[in-house]
Nanobody
Framework: QLQLVESGGGLVQPGGSLRLSCAAS????????IGWFRQAPGKEREGVSC????????KYGDSVKGRFTVSRDSAKNTMYLQMNRLKPEDTAVYYC?????????????????WGQGTQVTVSS
């Protein structure tokens, strides 16, 4: 059973940067499509970024394109989300997730392995 644990959240000023980590155990991430999602208070969960397990194609939500970068380190069995030029509207609980569904990133509802979430607050 794949288990995911996020870390790296916190309070940052607008324009600042944070790097979120998601450490996996119980299985190797290389066989999974991996993604980051976020949920702000009173809002629905939003897909932030994703890496397909087939082809390694990455996807980003329109609101984070050019500012966020998703990556994985196979040796550490860990995925990352580098967040730059943060804005107050990026404030949310961020979750990492994984799926070995053949639909990968094209089906966000197929993600069935989730971390516990980490809070990111962007405020001056």
């Amino acid at each position: 059973q794949l288990q995911l644990v996020e870390s790296g959240g916190g309070l940052v000023q607008p324009g600042g940067s944070l790097r979120l980590s998601c450490a996996a155990s119980g299985d190797t991430l290389d066989s999974y499509s991996i993604g980051w999602f976020r949920q702000a208070p009173g809002k629905e969960r939003e897909g932030v970024s994703c890496i397909n397990n087939i082809g390694g194609i990455t996807k980003y939500g329109d609101s984070v394109k050019g500012r966020f970068t998703v990556s994985r380190d196979s040796a550490k069995n860990t995925m990352y989300l580098q967040m730059n030029r943060l804005k107050p509207e990026d404030t949310a609980v961020y979750y990492c997730a994984a799926t070995n569904s053949v639909f990968g990133c094209s089906d966000p509802s197929g993600f069935d392995n989730w971390g516990q979430g980490t809070q990111v607050t962007v405020s001056s």
